[in-house]
């Protein structure tokens, strides 16, 4: 069984920084593409940042110059390094990844982390 944990969420004040990071575990051959999503309140999920497993990475409009996604293959964990929060930037982030659990490739989702952006 695949699982995808998160953690690094939190309550920041605009203008600052987390870093998120999503370990995945469990019966792993390979892990292809990753990525951050994430759902505001009222609001459909929407993409945040990507990563391929060679390393190409693509971000939201929103987001760009300001966050930085990256992963660590030895240790199956994706970063997402937030800077220059915003209040907009407040919603639920959710790791993403498609794994070859050697029978097949799956798309698999986290549990969710809370990030919060206000003064």
């Known amino acids: 069984q695949v699982q995808l944990v998160e953690s690094g969420g939190g309550l920041v004040q605009p203008g600052g920084s987390l870093r998120l990071s999503c370990a995945a575990s469990g019966r792993i051959r390979s892990i292809d593409g990753m990525g951050w999503y994430r759902q505001a309140p009222g609001k459909q999920r929407e993409l945040v940042a990507a990563i391929t497993s060679g390393g190409s990475t693509n971000y939201a409009d929103s987001v760009k110059g300001r966050f930085t996604i990256s992963r660590d293959n030895a240790k199956n964990t994706v970063y997402l390094q937030m800077n220059s929060l915003k209040p907009e930037d407040t919603a639920v982030y959710y790791c993403?990844?498609?794994?070859?659990?050697?029978?097949?490739?799956?798309?698999?989702w986290g549990q969710g982390t809370q990030v919060t952006v206000s003064s």
């Open positions: 993403n990844a498609q794994i070859n659990n050697y029978y097949y490739t799956g798309n698999y």
